[in-house]
């Protein structure tokens, strides 16, 4: 199957520059987990509410004056729109993430792809092993 039918579109993205809190808000107003984080328009990394949990509020940061560059995972790993879901699950399933932002060919942020929208796109039984081989490390 194509990603572009399974994906959510229109992904949102920061600059590395953005306060934390700022990030925080954001995945409050649209219910998400990560959001991608950008910076001299390239994808640096991706901050989460994970994040946020462990390195803002468990560290005793302040999440106004911390920017995202400053507690994001650093790095990304991303699927194109020319792959298939199926490429996206090994993906997932090689570098144990649940989220992959999308990108177009000129290397532009034009969706997401999370476990929610495979599990919906693939059979129950392709979902399942991807569940378990992502959540496979907190065992």
Request: aromatic residues 2%; negative net charge; glycine residues 6%.
């Amino acid at each position: 199957m194509d990603i572009r039918k399974a994906m959510h579109e229109h992904a949102d993205w920061v600059s590395a520059d953005t306060p934390v809190c700022e990030a925080a808000r954001m995945m409050q107003k649209d219910d998400i987990g990560a959001i991608p984080v950008g910076k001299n328009d390239k994808l640096i990394g991706m901050i989460t509410d994970r994040d946020i949990a462990l390195r803002i509020v468990a560290a005793g940061r302040d999440p106004e004056k911390t920017t995202v560059e400053d507690v994001m995972t650093k790095g990304i790993i991303y699927c194109r729109t020319n792959e298939t879901v199926e490429d996206a699950i090994h993906l997932m399933d090689q570098k144990k993430i649940r989220r992959l932002p999308v990108i177009d060919e000129d290397k532009r942020l034009v969706g997401m792809l999370g476990l929610g929208d495979i599990a919906h796109a693939v059979n129950h039984e392709l979902s399942g092993e991807l569940l378990h081989a992502v959540a496979e490390h907190h065992a």
